[in-house]
Nanobody
Framework: VQLQASGGGLVQPGGSLRLSCTASGFSLDYVGWFRQAPGKARLMVSCIGSTDANRYYGDSVKARFTISRDNDKNTVYLQIDDLKPEDTAVYYC?????????????????????WGKGTQVTVSS
């Protein structure tokens, strides 16, 4: 259940990127986007559950990051606008494990799938 993140690159401050998270062989359900800057811990920046209303954003990225999904393409996207140098990091997507129920909040996960290869985002002028 390893996911593949793509779409990173070198962008100037204020620019935008759209990251993609794809899977092969199974349908994406709960997905989280994490990032890890050099020398820092890997932290969640956003996640999405089964419904459009079930989304979470970290405080530092609210209003600039938008998570969405295209079930036909089995892809989850992370749109990043107004990029800042502090957004520089490797971005990873991963499946989230949640308790069975009626669309539990994605941020209330209890486990994750295996980490795949991330995608580097570098914000610099």
């Amino acid at each position: 259940v390893q996911l593949q993140a793509s779409g990173g690159g070198l962008v100037q401050p204020g620019g935008s990127l759209r990251l993609s998270c794809t899977a092969s062989g199974f349908s994406l359900d709960y997905v989280g986007w994490f990032r890890q800057a050099p020398g820092k811990a890997r932290l969640m920046v956003s996640c999405i559950g089964s419904t459009d209303a079930n989304r979470y954003y970290g405080d530092s990225v609210k209003a600039r990051f938008t998570i969405s999904r295209d079930n036909d393409k089995n892809t989850v996207y992370l749109q990043i606008d107004d990029l800042k140098p502090e957004d520089t990091a490797v971005y990873y997507c991963v499946t989230l494990k949640v308790v069975a129920g009626q669309d539990p909040p994605c941020a209330h996960y209890y486990g994750m799938g295996p980490w795949g290869k991330g995608t580097q985002v570098t914000v610099s002028s």
